[in-house]
């Protein structure tokens, strides 16, 4: 049986534009992958960073 319990924790745009330094920074001080997700566009990235969009992207063919 798994008994991993995931540290869901959600956090405003609002919060995002004024404090993302230090929300990054806690993020990687705890180690953990974090998802972002872009409402203007269909499209997600999981941090840490994703290093370049392929062509095989399929958000891209939209």
Do not use: C, H, V
């Not at 872009?38 to 997600?44: I, L, T």
């Not at 990235?45 to 939209?62: A, I, Q, R, T, V």
Request: charged share 20%; hydrophobic share 40%; net charge positive.
């Amino acid at each position: 049986m798994n008994n991993i319990l995931p540290n869901q924790q959600t956090i405003s745009a609002t919060d995002i534009r004024f404090n993302l330094g230090k929300i990054l920074a806690d993020l990687d001080r705890q180690g953990s992958p974090f998802l972002i997700i872009s409402r203007s566009k269909p499209k997600a990235w999981l941090y840490p960073y994703e290093p370049m969009n392929f062509s095989g992207d399929l958000f891209l063919k939209w």
